[in-house]
């Protein structure tokens, strides 16, 4: 399957301050990249859709102005959370669809964001 | 009512047990099905798609029920390195993903 990562893994920030985390595919080119976001014993929540050399479609609820996404190339999608607060604190998980007929997702291996 | 609703578990079966449960879907238009795992704090892998007639991969079985909803997840011959939250997810008619909350299994020895 295709390779994804994430960076950083983890990160702790005060509260107020802007956190940009980043996800690349490392063997595939991906014209949609997709967010979501996991807080502890819950499902995995779509937030966003990342699309190459245009705007990102965010789902209902979801602040863009708040979660700013960036998708320079087809291999570079970029979250930044900006004046994160400890609400914001949860897993955040990239994924990109292979393409090969079964809808089939890859996930980045998570940023875990904590708040304080 | 949520899209996908799994039971949280968890399951604490002893190696070499049976295990087995279900996912129950809210959207009759979904169009596919999958079985995710997920290791504590990691991000969620393919286990295996779902098939209308059902399919096997190794320990692994499993089945969809369309006139009911569901779809099953039976692992046979339990290891210790089966313990672990199975994410079920279901892809609907207009190429959006649905997301269980996951099951948890615990395979003791």
């Known amino acids: 399957g295709a390779v994804v990562s994430q960076h950083p893994s983890w990160v702790i920030c005060k509260s107020g301050t802007s956190v940009k985390i980043e996800c690349r595919s490392l063997d595939f080119q991906a014209t949609t990249m997709f967010w979501y976001r996991q807080f502890p014993k819950q499902s995995l929540m779509l937030m966003a859709t990342?699309?190459?050399?245009?705007?990102?479609?965010?789902e209902q609820g979801v602040e863009k102005d708040k979660f700013l996404i960036n998708h320079a190339s087809l291999t570079l999608s970029t979250l930044t959370v900006t004046s994160a607060h400890p609400e914001d604190s949860s897993f955040y998980i990239c994924s990109l669809e292979s393409g090969r007929g079964a809808n089939t997702q890859y996930f980045g291996p998570g940023t875990r964001l904590t708040v304080l | 009512r949520k899209e996908v609703e799994q039971d949280p578990g968890p399951f604490n079966v002893p190696e070499g047990a049976t295990v087995a449960f279900n996912c129950t879907y809210s959207?009759?238009?979904?169009?596919?099905f999958f079985w995710y795992r997920q290791d504590c704090r990691k991000e969620p892998k393919l286990l295996m798609s779902v098939y209308s007639s059902g399919n096997e991969d190794g320990r692994f079985t499993a089945q969809l029920n369309r006139a009911s909803q569901y779809i099953s997840l039976l692992i046979r011959d339990s290891k210790l390195s089966d313990s672990a939250t199975y994410l079920c997810?279901?892809?609907?008619?207009?190429?959006?993903?649905?997301f269980g909350a996951g099951t948890t299994v615990t395979v003791r020895a």
């Open positions: 959207n009759s238009a979904s169009q596919s």
């Open positions: 990342s699309n190459e050399g245009s705007k990102a479609t965010y």
């Open positions: 997810v279901v892809i609907h008619n207009d190429y959006k993903l649905s």
